[in-house]
Antibody, heavy 120, light 110 residues
Framework: QVQLQESGPGLVKPSETLSLICTVS?????????WGWIRQPPGKGLEWIAS???????YYNPSLKSRVTISVDTSMNQFSLRLSSVTAADTAVYYC?????????????WGQGTMVTVSA | QSALTQPASVSGSPGQSITISCTGT?????????VSWYQQQPGKAPKLMIY???KRPSGVSNRFSGSKSGNTASLTISGLQAEDEADYYC??????????FGGGTKLTVL
């Protein structure tokens, strides 16, 4: 079955860049769908960050756009998130999702999430 | 782009029906029938329960249903069960290729 797995550092220093990878198994990214990132600060709600189409079109939350880059590596069947100039407000569980379609839905299959803490 | 408005909490007894509302604006919920709903159990990733307003993914119980009236979308759970206790989030297309989530609703089964 289709599975998504987030990976990356659990601790990032303020002002540095957060980098996460989502590895997809059971489905080839190049076959279709939008792929995206959503985050959830501790005890708070969900926030859409960005989506990318399998062929490379990108879509960003306007409130984060200046700091976010999403990319896809079809050869590795992975997609990635980079968030620059992080602050404590970026501390959250970060989820990746399939069919995170900026025109309709947050996703039908999600990864288990990875906790990222921003702290010196 | 503001978060959609959901009640902080709702509750119901086993067997009852409950409805969770999700209020947006004419720029998001009101303009498109593209609301999805997610169930999140403690410590788990969200699970898609409803998409495109009223469609259920394969495997989701038909006790879950979605609807919309004006700028407000709703999730109804009928025949409430203890396992339905969770947080629920709505999500809508907000125009200009963006998505917006609601603040979440905690469902308590009494």
């Amino acid at each position: 079955q289709v599975q998504l797995q987030e990976s990356g550092p659990g601790l990032v220093k303020p002002s540095e860049t957060l980098s996460l990878i989502c590895t997809v198994s059971g489905y080839s990214i190049s076959s279709g769908y939008y792929w995206g990132w959503i985050r959830q600060p501790p005890g708070k709600g969900l926030e859409w960050i960005a989506s990318i189409y399998h062929s490379g079109g990108t879509y960003y939350n306007p409130s984060l756009k200046s700091r976010v880059t999403i990319s896809v590596d079809t050869s590795m069947n992975q997609f990635s998130l980079r968030l620059s100039s992080v602050t404590a407000a970026d501390t959250a569980v970060y989820y990746c999702a399939r069919d995170c379609n900026p025109y309709s839905s947050g996703g039908d299959i999600w990864g288990q999430g990875t906790m990222v803490t921003v702290s010196a | 782009q503001s978060a959609l408005t959901q009640p902080a909490s709702v509750s119901g007894s086993p067997g009852q029906s409950i409805t969770i509302s999700c209020t947006g604006t004419s720029s998001d919920v009101g303009s498109y029938n593209l609301v999805s709903w997610y169930q999140q159990q403690p410590g788990k990733a969200p699970k898609l329960m409803i998409y495109e307003g009223s469609k259920r993914p394969s495997g989701v119980s038909n006790r879950f249903s979605g609807s919309k009236s004006g700028n407000t979308a709703s999730l109804t759970i009928s025949g409430l069960q203890a396992e339905d206790e969770a947080d629920y989030y709505c999500c809508s297309y907000a125009g200009i290729s963006t998505l917006v989530f609601g603040g979440g609703t905690k469902l308590t089964v009494l």
